[in-house]
């Protein structure tokens, strides 16, 4: 059974850090295609970054243009985690953050295009 935990949420000044983390257990990390999504009270769930397998040990990062140069994904495989990093937090980066994966997911924006999720940890940023 495939299940992917998520850790590090919290409150944060705006402009401070904080680094989330998502363990991923019984599925084939290194091949899966894993992603970060946020769902803000009232809105749908969207995509923030995505890192996809791309053969080897190489991954394809994507972004959501409203987190370029702020958030930095990145995979631990021999740990099978995956962690965000974000840096000059905003409010409005408050939300309930989600980790996704999936086995042919290829740089998919879609929650559709993702197989597992995780139940979510709140991050809130405050003014």
């Known amino acids: 059974q495939v299940q992917l935990v998520e850790s590090g949420g919290g409150l944060v000044q705006a402009g401070g850090s904080l680094r989330l983390s998502c363990a991923a257990s019984g599925l084939d990390f290194r091949k899966t295609d894993m992603a970060w999504f946020r769902q803000a009270p009232g809105k749908e769930r969207e995509f923030v970054a995505s890192l996809t397998w791309i053969g080897s040990n190489v991954y394809s990062p994507n972004y959501a243009d409203s987190v370029k140069g702020r958030f930095t994904v990145s995979r631990h495989n021999a740990e099978n985690t995956i962690d965000q990093e974000k840096s000059r937090r905003k409010p409005e980066d408050t939300a309930i953050y989600y980790c996704?994966?999936?086995?042919?997911?290829?740089?998919?924006?879609?929650?559709?295009?993702?197989?597992?999720w995780g139940q979510g940890t709140q991050v809130t940023v405050s003014s």
């Open positions: 996704a994966g999936g086995r042919y997911s290829r740089h998919s924006v879609s929650v559709d295009g993702y197989d597992y």
